[in-house]
Every structure is written in C-alpha cells, then in structure tokens.
C-alpha cells in the first residue's frame, strides 16, 4: 500500500486542492446561518444605548447614552449580584472540573467494559433532562419535608431548610448542578485519556511508578490541553450562573445568595419590559466573559505554551 | 380572492374614501368626525369586499349577526387548563367555539397560547414589538394596552361601539355610574372593550367541619366578622390538634409576592390594620403613599411576626407557591385561607372531592371597629382591542354582545335549546360554564347582578318567590345546591356550589350593611420613574416582608426598609405621582 501511494503523492497533492473547494462550500450554509443568527442580530446591541421602546422600534427611540449602564452600576444590589453570579459560576466551573476529571480518570481504570459502558451511560442521563423537570425532584429531596430532611431528623438532627436559607441555597445549587452535569462533561476528559500512548504508562510502570505517580505525571500532563480548553470556553460564560437552574430553584427567600444577573434581568428587565436595560446587561456579560476568555487564552499562551487560538 | 388581495382591495378602498372625503372636507372642527366615519365606511367596504365581488356597502349594524361567509380571526387570548366535566370540552374545543361556527359565522385561530399571565404578556410584548399583532387580543396588562395605543396599532372602535353594541352590553356600561370607558379611550376614541366587574373584597375562608370536630366557635356576635385573635386561635387548635390528620399541619400559609391583590397573603389581615401594601394611596392633603411604606403597615408585620413565633404560620413562607396552598387544602393541612367570596369554586373544589366532609365558612376580618376594610380593586382588569390590520374590526364588539347576552339571560330561551342542545346544556344552563370557556373570558357583572341573586335565593327560602320565577340562573343553581345539602344526597360539586352561595351572602350582607369599608385606592398608569424602579422596590419589600415575618429580622428592621425604600427611587415615584395627580 505504502509503495503505491509514495509517487502519486503530488498528483494526490494538486488534486486535494481542487476538491477541497467542495469541502469548503459544505462550510458555507453553516456560516451564512452562523452571519444571519449570531452576527447580525449584534446590531441590536444598540438597543443597550436607547431608551427602547417597541412602538418606536430600534431606529426610533430615544438615545439616552449609557444610562441603562448607570442605572446597573448605581444598583445598591448590583455588587451582591455580580457576588453571587461569581461564586455560582466559579463553584461549579471548578468543582465539576475537578470531579469530571478525576471520574474520567477512575472509570478508565474499569476494565469490564460492559460496566464501563453502563456506569458512563448512566451519569451522562441527567444531562438531557430541564431543570423545570428536575426542580420538583430537587424539592422532594432537599424541601423540609423531603427524603434528605426525613433522613435527618431520624437520625436526630435538625431538619435543614435547603431551598430557603441563604447559608445552603448556593451548595444547594452547584451540588445538583455537578450531579447532572460531570457525567456529560467527562466525556472529552475521557477522550483524552484514551489518547494517552499506553507505552508511557508502561515505561512508568516499569521505572516502578505507583498508580497515583501515573496518574500525576503521566495522564494529567496529557490532558492539560484540553482541561485548558475547557477551562478558556468555560471561562467565557462565568456571568451566566446557569438561569434555568436558578429560576426554577429559587424564591424570595434566598435572593440574597441567589439572585444572579440572569434572573434579575428576566424579573426586572423583561417582566417589566425594560428591553434596554436587559441588553445593557447582557452586552455587560458579554464583554467581560470575552475579555476572560481571552486573558485565560494568552496566560496559557505564555506559560503553558498551548492556546486555543 | 386570497387574503392579501382582499386587503389591498380594502387598502385602495378606503384610500379612495379616504381621499374623496378629504377633497369634500370643509373645516377642521369638523375634522375627527369625518376621520371616524371614514373608518366606519372603510370597514363596511372591507366586509362587503370580503363578502361579494360587488363594492356596494351594506351597511347593517347586527350585534350579533351572522356573516355571509366563514369569518377565520387571528385570536389571543390566556389559556385556562380543564375541562368541563359533562362532554370533555376544552377551551380550545367546545359547544361555544362551534355555536360561533354554526349561528356567527366566525371562526377563532389561537395565535398566542399561554396558560400563565406572565408568559401571556411576555408572548404579547413581542407581539407589540414586532408590530403584528392578532385580530382580536385580550391585553391583561394596562401598560400594554397603553403601549399599544401609541404605537397606533389597534382599531379605533368609538363607531363600533356606537353603533354594533348590543341591548345588553349598553345595560352592562349604563349599569355603573362611572364612565367605563374612561381607562380605554386614548385621545377621545376608544381603543379597547374593557372588562367589568366589581367583584372585590376578599374573606377570610376557614374550614367549618374543622371547627365542628374541635368544638370551637368564632363570630359570637354574628356579624359575620372575626377579628385578629379569633383567627389566630383557629390557626392554633388547628395545628395543635391536627384535624385533618396530615401528621404536618399549617397554620395559614401565605404566598409571598408584591401585587395589591390580597389572595392567600399577607395583604388581608393587613388590610386590618389599615395597612394596603403595593397600592398607591392618595391622602386628604393631596401627598400619596404606597401603603408597603406606611407605619400601619409595621404594625401588621409585627402581628405577623408574632404569629409565626408562635409556629402558626406555613414555615416554608416565600417558598410555597399558590398551587402549594391549593395541595396543602387537599392533603388536609391547612383549613384557613384568604380569598374573593367565591373561592371555593376553583381553589377548594379538589379539598370537596377528596374529603366527603369537607365544608368551608366565610367571615369579614374585622379592622377592630366592627368593619371589615378592603380596597376598592379596579373595576376593569381587561381590555378587548382589536389589530388595526383586522378586516372586520366588529368582530370583537360583536364577541363582547355574546358575553353580556348570554351572562343577562337572554339566550335562555327554548329557541336556543332546540337549535344548539349542547351548548345550551352546558353553557347557557350554566354561565359559569360559560364565562369560563368563552373565547374573550372576560366574565362581567352587570351593576347588581350579585345582590338580585342572592335576595333572589332568600325569598325562595322565605317561600316568597317560586322556584320557577327565579330569574337568575346562578341563583338556581344555588337553589339546587340548597336542596341537596338539605336531603344530603349533595355531590362535592353540589357543596362547593352551596358554601359559595354562603361566602356570596355573607359578602353581600356585608356589603349591604355598610361593614365593607372601602379604601380607594389610585391606578396610576406606569410612570417613567415606576418604570425605573419599582421592580427593584418590589424586590426589596418582598425580602422585607420574608425577613420580618420569619423573624430572620425584628419588626424593627422596617425603618430600615422604610429609609432604603425613599433612597432607592421610592421617593422619585412618589414625586412623580404627586406632580401628576395634583
């Protein structure tokens, strides 16, 4: 095979070319839908600079600068927002890293494939489910009557009001977050694992390396590409907390640690149909979730040597 | 003819009139007459465009008349979930639907579908934002209505209301001494057909069985009002004793929310206090408060405070949702609630079914001077506007005259009941039935149609009108509801039916008798300070009232509230309400 393929290498090579040009138009639906849903619907960023009002639509209303901005800023809650935002986000952006990575690394060590398959199946389950569905379960499980609740005062500790207290809401939230999430996020950390040359492994073994010094200098070496890509894409969304998760949780109760900017600027932006306030702030999350990403992708740059761009 | 051809026929048509009229227009006092009649012209034409190829306008104002041809509006309208219990019909399939098919000629296309009013205005709002709204819309919302005004996409309907009302839709409007029309006319046309109903006033509704098992009484004097302390020792033999044997009982559970409507909250006992939180008061002196900021509404929080100490209050408060209350009723946890006089129709009719026991009694809460006060709630909460692109503007009128025919009894006759069975079955026999699924839901009441209703069951009892002269057909209802409790062969309909007609009587006595206080309260349209920042107090009061009644915070954290209230805009809306009121 090798042979026959060595001198038609140039021919091969001009006639790639050519029929490259078809791969590249089978890009262009996806970047024409790309251009007319995501690109130009931009424009209406604008809308953040107006006083927006739908009968005068987008050319028509009043220009009013960056009030919509000073009105966030000025908000005596804003900082309690952006606080709660961060650590939300944080919590779950580094926890289910961490226990996505290492339940990678642990069910690659199953060797039983059909318990691989399965185990892998069931965790990534939750994934597919909405949150309107799963709030219910949460409340059964975590609201002062539910399962947890019983389970502790038979055990003769006091019953601890989950969903409405401000010292366990946020817990509340980046637990049941990283329970239907990890398996799903595990999956590319598994890829990655398997693309581990197994010689390496090997040769530790060999140099007597036990499994917990393979697992530190062989596979997560391996892996740091793409836990820094994650990280870096991750990174981009950390003003969104996750809207649908905290909505359909949440209650006056727990504004104080709950309340992120998502679910502020549906109650007060879009309830109220305050349209430019809303995109005030999304184009304020958007800006710093790009500026994030961006300074993750350049400090990997320059210490790690790998970017994503 | 396809439908664009048929309106740019109508386009050029009234383009055309609207052209020759202006040629013929002589001053300009005389100006908005001549507009108006150029709309009513105009929307003449288009029916006779639509109807026939001929362009001769006909012009026959029939408030309920039939069409030559099936009519297919775009329709929105919120959703009501269920069914009603004889045939299986929903409110997107029933005998209504079908008499407006078969009598009218009209045929209704849903074109927003929510079953929730914040999901409806939502849906609504960017109807409005793309200019395209439906033919027909109910706007729950003022401001939209308002919003929509301006932006100049709704029919002007000042002629069709002159001239398509019909007997019974003038009665209703004649029927109140107030211009009802005065919230929907917008530079002197009127925009919209709005609700009306004065149906306010809210009871508190305490399970009565409960109270017989435990041998206790409250109302000694029989005025039909409890007061504060008599409440509470309810709320506390009931979660002492547990009579529903749910192993959990409540006290009162509340829903925590910031709308001046005083359902399952806080807003009732409130009302006792003189307090009337979320609503904007006008004082003697001209100065206007939102009653959230009064001193009288600290006392309230601290009566509830001290209730909740007392372990009488849901635990869950701020977390539990209505839906939760109405659970709580059913698994037998709860027995006292705050709620309109006829409450127990949709809140209570599960708790009938799933306890054959079960039976509700209503009393007015006394503010401690032998009244009960409540705010006089705006009449009209609902507003019929029809798309200014709609070919036959009328049809909404004409929807309207259908509701208020049908609620005066006129269509309660033999003729109907020949010619439509099921819908007179189900729906004219019952206008409660009726009211629930028309298409507009928009249930009026006419002046005193409560009052006549509830005189009407007392004279039958008192042997002084037979059953066959009784006019009003709830009134009958009730009648039946009486005689089956009487001979206890009653079905847990026939119960909800019979303690509503007691929680109606005891509201219209109370009304009668001069022991409803009323409170008026101001409706302000949403100013631009409102606008800015009443969503956030809204927050800040809600995180108050939890803070306060749970006792995360003593009563006196409300100077607090009060104090972070003014500085954070509250004082701006007030400013602004003063400037425009006074």
Redesign the interface.
Known sequence: MKDKNVPRAKKANVRNRTSQIYFHLMLLPGMIFILIFNYIPMGGMVMAFENF?????IFGSDWVGFKQFE?LFS???FYELIRNTLVISLGKLVIKLVVAVAFAILLNEIKTMWLKKSVQTIVYLPHFLSWVVLAPVVFYMF???GTVNSVLSSLGVDKI?F??SNDYFQGLLIGTSIWKEFGYGSIVYLAAITAVDPGLHEAAAIDGASWWQRVWNVTLPAMVPIIILMLAIDVGHVLSAGFDQVYNLY???V??TG?ILDTYVY??G??????SFATAVDMFKSIIGLVLMLSVNGLSKKFLNRSVF | MSKKMKQSLAFILSAAMMMSLAACGDNSAEETSGQSKTAEQSSTSVQASASSESVVPEVTYEPLGKYDELVTITFANMLRDGTVDENGDTVTDNAILDYLKDAMNIEIEREIEATDQKDYTTALSLAITAGEIPDVTVVYDYDQLVEMAEADLIYDLTDIVENYAGEASNALWDGYDFDVFAKTTFDGKIMALPRISNEAGTLVWIRQDWMDTLGISVDEDGDMLITREELEMVASEFVEKDPGNSGNPIGIALVCNSGNTSSYNINPVCGSFGAYPWSWIQKEDGSIVNGVTTPEMKEALAWWSDINAKGLVDPQYGITKTDDIKAMFVNGQTGITFGARNLCNWFFNETYTADENARFVTYGLDNGTGKATYRAQDSQTRYVVVSKDCEYPEVAMKLYNLVTEVQSGAFDNEEIAQAYPDFYEVYIKNTGNFTTYEPLNIAVTFGDAVTTRVNEVKAWQAGKLAKEDVTDSTALKYIGAIETMEAGTATPAERVRYDEYLGTKTWVELLDSGTFELQYLLNPATTEEIALYYADLKTLGEEMQIKIVTGEESVDYFDTFVEEWNKRGGQEIVDGLEDFYN
């Open positions: 009002k739908p009968a005068k639509g009105r908000n005596s809650d609201g002062i009557n009001n969903i409405g209650s006056v109760r504004y104080e309340d109650r007060v879009l309830q109220q149909r305050q349209y």
